[in-house]
């Protein structure tokens, strides 16, 4: 599952393909009229009805009832989004937090980081020590005889590096 900034980065980014198709329906579906206190425009063809807008060739006009049915879906998909949108961004970390809280925060955060990697270097200090004494113990274990000396009851031990020819 992606973190939250890529959730809210996801929605809004599909809010602003939602909001693109809505406004080109918008544009593209519904005819065209003239605004009562503008004089008319001479360069827009006179408007017939027709299933096609002829001011706008790739227009496809659609019936009154369709086009409300439409947007009001639309509309609810863009309600539905944004609400969506909102929720995500109701359960960022430091919402509802000052600005001066969330810095002391992440202070104390730095603060705890630092401690730990001091206790993890030691642990590697010492996890390297371990490793070096049992490495000797190892080569100690292959290297080593052990003799009978003059007494019955005496053992001694030697290096079998240390003796010569």
Known sequence: MADRLTQLQ????????????SIRYSL???????????????????????????????AFIDPEASLDANMHELSRDLILKTTQIIAL????????????????????????LKEVEKERQEAVKERERLVEVVENVIAGVGKRKITKGKGEDEMEVERLGDKGP
């Open 10 to 21: 996801t929605c809004l980014d599909q809010l602003s393909t939602q909001m693109y198709a």
């Open 28 to 58: 593209l579906s519904h005819s065209s009229s003239t605004i009562p206190t503008q004089p008319p425009q001479p360069f827009q063809p006179n408007i017939q009805p027709s299933s096609v807008d002829q001011s706008n060739p790739g």
């Open 89 to 112: 961004i109701s359960v960022l970390p430091g919402i509802g937090s000052s600005r001066q809280q969330q810095e002391d925060r992440l202070k104390e955060l730095e603060e705890e």
